[in-house]
Structures are given as structure tokens and as C-alpha cells.
């Protein structure tokens, strides 16, 4: 994590511990490795310079823990906060998104890789700790997206669609020309601003075009990083063909591959052994008063 630490980002994966590891991949593929079952399935065994570490299972998870650490923060170009992560606003503050500006041969390969990690965790039931909003789940398992899953990603954005809508609906035509001060562009996840049509930034929003707009609007933001997401479908489904998943929702594809975001105590109830004494003694009680 020392190169996470410089606040530099690795660009091409060569510094950060996802990084080398892709490196690796490029120099001995390993990618039939990642098709495994067991929850306790280990790809690659790590060794901690300096710490004298056998790896029967634990270094290697903390390594891909790392990993989904550096994936989520600016040491890696393949993730960026969504809006609503960056501006602490809305829901799934959280989450995490695609980046739509990383486009390089070796930035897809990357894509690719994070998707052999993600198609693991998905086939072994192995949760790592990602956050990403439906709109990723969905997009991964082809389901149709709405305004919803926009709204999840992008309140900002949602709310100034639906009272463009509302006011298109309500208000006069020359009332919302002169209040509307919006040109043909929108804003990616990323902060870039782009152009809905040609000419976008010197064609203005009003009341006869304001629908148009909005479905511009829409389709730009679902669909900003489709090429990043196939990338990704590449390595998951290298790893797990999502088909024979297709009886499970997105939520639970997502509990397969991130685990539950709430654990209920019923659940860990349920697991407990009782090994030196029984459910039904008084610490035991008062253990689990304590956590409910």
C-alpha cells in the first residue's frame, strides 16, 4: 500500500500491489487459476518480505483485500467515486462507478483483470469489500437501467431532469426559457463535460427541445462507460459464465460477490457454536444483549 500512500496514480498497473499482480498475469497467465469454488480457493501464494509469512490462506486474502482498496480509491484509474460519493449528497454515498476516461490498451486489460477478481468473489461466494450502485450490477448483468439507477448514482442530476419535466409540464413557455439557463451538455461521473449533440455547448435548453434534453441526458449518463463495462464482463465471465446465474437478481449477485452490507443477528445466531457452554447461560445472554 506504500505506492497508494504517495498519492500518485499507476496509470498502467505497475506500482500498486493490483498492479503487480497484473504484471504477473502478463508475464505467467494465470487467469484459469481465478475458476474456482471453495470459499477458501487461493489463486497465487503470498509472500510478506520481512515478515517471514506462510500463506495457508490468509495473506492471500488480505492481498486481494488491498486490492479491492486500491481499485477503490485515485492510485488506480478504473474506479472513480460517484457523484453522489463525491458530493456527499443523495444515496449510495459510498459507492464507486466506472471510470469512462480510461481507454488505453493496457487500461482495458485492466478492466479485464479487475473482472477475474470480481467473477472470483462472485463464483466462490469469497466477498471482497466493493461498493458500486445498482446501475453496475445491473449494466454486468444485462438488466435494463432507469432513471432510478441514475438517481443512485447521480442525485444532482436526477433532480434538476425531473424539475425540468415538471416545469416543462406546468410552467409557460416564455416563464421557462427565461428561467432555464442549460446548453446540450452534461457532466460524466468523472467531471468531464461533454456535448449531448454536435454544437452542444452553444445550443440552449428551452421549452420546445427540453424532452430532447432530457433523453439525451439520460442516455449519456447510462451508458458513459458501456465500453469500460464490457471490458469488465470479460474477465467475469472468463471466470464464471453470469448465464447459469440468471435465476438471481442483481442483489444478489452483489451479496455473492461483496457479502451483506448488514449483518442480522439472527444470521450470527444461527452460526454460533456453543462449545463449552450452552445457548441458554447467562453470558451468553448477556452477549447477545449486547449486540442487540
Not at 447521480?154 to 415538471?166: I, M, P, R, S
Request: charged share 25%; proline share 4%; net charge negative.
Amino acid at each position: 500500500m506504500a505506492f497508494r500512500d504517495t498519492g500518485k496514480c499507476d496509470f498502467n498497473g505497475e506500482h500498486t500491489i493490483f498492479g503487480q499482480i497484473f504484471q504477473a498475469n502478463k508475464r505467467k497467465p494465470h487467469a484459469e487459476a481465478f475458476r474456482m469454488n471453495g470459499t477458501d480457493a487461493q489463486i497465487w501464494e503470498v509472500l510478506m518480505a520481512g515478515e517471514g509469512s506462510m500463506d495457508v490462506g490468509g495473506p492471500f486474502r488480505e492481498c486481494l483485500c488491498n486490492c479491492a482498496e486500491e481499485l477503490q480509491s485515485d492510485c488506480l484509474p478504473i474506479l472513480v467515486k460517484t457523484p453522489n460519493n463525491r458530493n456527499d449528497h443523495g444515496m449510495n454515498r459510498e459507492c464507486f462507478t466506472l471510470n469512462p476516461s480510461s481507454t488505453t490498451p493496457t487500461q482495458q486489460d485492466l478492466f479485464t483483470y479487475f473482472g477475474y477478481i470480481l467473477g472470483f468473489s462472485i463464483r466462490t461466494k469469497s466477498p471482497l469489500d466493493f461498493h458500486f450502485p445498482s446501475l453496475f450490477w445491473k449494466q454486468l448483468l444485462d438488466e435494463a437501467v432507469d432513471l432510478t439507477d441514475l438517481r443512485g448514482v447521480d442525485e444532482y442530476t436526477w433532480q434538476v431532469l425531473k424539475d425540468l419535466k415538471n416545469n416543462g409540464e406546468t410552467a409557460p413557455p416564455d416563464f421557462f426559457n427565461a428561467a432555464v439557463d442549460e446548453t446540450f451538455t452534461t457532466r460524466l461521473s468523472n467531471g468531464s463535460l461533454v456535448d449531448l449533440c454536435e454544437g452542444g455547448a452553444e445550443r440552449q435548453v428551452d421549452h420546445s427541445n427540453h424532452l430532447e434534453f432530457i433523453d439525451l441526458v439520460v442516455k449519456a449518463r447510462l451508458t458513459e462507460s458501456a465500453k469500460q463495462m464490457e471490458w469488465v464482463k470479460r474477465g467475469v465471465t472468463f471466470v464464471i459464465d453470469l448465464s447459469v446465474l440468471a435465476f438471481l437478481t442483481w442483489e444478489e449477485i452483489e451479496i455473492r460477490a461483496c457479502g451483506r452490507k448488514d449483518i442480522e443477528i439472527p444470521d450470527l445466531k444461527a452460526i454460533t457454536d456453543y462449545t463449552y457452554c450452552s445457548e441458554d447461560h447467562k453470558i451468553m445472554k448477556f452477549f447477545w444483549t449486547m449486540f442487540e
